[in-house]
């Protein structure tokens, strides 16, 4: 792949929703699935880097986090330095668990694990 430097950025409190939540579909309107698939995917399609900026939602549950992030991991066949070389993080200190637990699920995803 060229790098050319494209970066997209994903804020997912305007973007997508203030209350992330859910593995599945089915799980409701703002699950982790829907996120790896209709705003991380097609990000990283069209983009070199993709930086999430977390900040302002209610929080964000285990189960989306590791759909969304690990999910992705674990469909792209990426590593944990893979990841990193793609997706940045963002969240100020009041959010910055939720990079250590995406970070986490990453690592687990690379290994073949899940949940």
């Given at each position: ?56 939602t209610r ?54 694990g899940r949940?």
């Open positions: 792949m060229a790098l050319k430097n494209r970066v997209a950025t994903i804020n997912i409190l305007k973007q997508f929703s203030k209350t992330p939540g859910g593995r599945y579909y089915t799980d409701g309107p703002a699950s982790g699935q829907k996120f790896r698939e209709e705003f991380l995917l097609p990000a990283l399609a069209a983009n070199d880097r993709v930086v999430v900026e977390m900040d302002g929080g964000y549950p285990s189960s989306f986090l590791e759909e969304a992030f690990g999910g992705l991991t674990r469909e792209l066949k990426w590593s944990p330095e893979e990841f990193r070389q793609r997706i940045e993080l963002h969240a100020s200190p009041d959010f910055a668990v939720y990079i250590s637990d995406i970070e986490f699920h990453v690592r687990k995803a690379s290994d073949g949940r």
